[in-house]
């Protein structure tokens, strides 16, 4: 027994140094592991640093246009609303006393003559006016007027502005206001009268013979608000 017992304590210690080296090799081997999983999220954070430094930059860069954007816009509209003023207040001068002009005594001639001069001044209003009103609802500023007033008035304005046009080119202008249509209303009657001004024009425009036709149509009527259908129709192109 006592021969065997170095024998048993070599052997034991060849197991134990096995062991040993198998857990230091297993050590080494986690080590690596981690050092390289480290690494790899060290990597990670900073591709994911620099993408969220970028997104910071891109948003600053975003924000600082966004406000340039608007307080160009505000320039703008700035701009076209103070020299849309002193644009209408020589041109309204110059309507009215076309106006008073025509009520005097001159010929047939003269009176073509003023009559063109005032056509042509109420025209450029009305482009002076739809520039304004374009500013103003790319600004969200544009507000609609709730007046009462007779639903033939805008009509009859927009026939009379172009009937000589229209007449110029041997066109018939033509209305009809169907039944059931009330005789006044309460709305914005400028902006109704611009809308009307533009579609009679256009379709002046592209007819070359035959004639335009504006109509007024009652739609219907909910929560004491009626629904009116206005429509233009020509004989021309399209």
Request: charged content about 25%; aromatic content about 6%; hydrophobic content about 40%.
């Amino acid at each position: 027994v006592i021969a065997t017992a170095p024998f048993f304590l070599g052997l034991f210690a060849y197991f134990i140094g096995k062991k040993q080296s198998s857990l230091e090799k297993h050590s080494k081997e986690l080590q690596d592991k981690i050092k390289e999983r480290t690494h790899y999220l060290e990597e990670k954070n900073a591709l994911l640093f620099q993408e969220v430094s970028q997104r910071k930059q891109a948003e600053i860069h975003l924000r600082k246009a966004k406000e340039k954007a608007e307080e160009g816009s505000k320039a703008k509209a700035q701009f076209l609303s103070t020299m849309s003023h002193e644009i209408r207040t020589p041109l309204n001068a110059m309507i009215g006393m076309t106006g008073l002009l025509i009520e005097t005594n001159l010929d047939e001639e003269q009176q073509d003559f003023v009559q063109t001069i005032r056509m042509g001044g109420e025209t450029l209003l009305t482009v002076i006016n739809d520039i304004l009103d374009y500013s103003k609802i790319e600004s969200g500023k544009l507000e609609l007027e709730n007046e009462p007033f007779e639903l033939m008035e805008p009509v009859e304005d927009t026939l009379e502005l172009l009937g000589k046009k229209a007449h110029q080119k041997g066109l018939e202008l033509m209305y009809h206001i169907h039944e059931g249509v009330p005789a006044a209303i309460s709305s914005d009657i400028t902006r109704l009268r611009q809308i009307l001004v533009n579609l009679v024009n256009n379709a002046i425009k592209f007819t070359d013979k035959g004639e335009i036709f504006v109509s007024v149509k009652h739609l219907g009527i909910a929560d004491s608000l009626h629904t009116l259908q206005f429509s233009v129709q020509d004989t021309g192109i399209g």
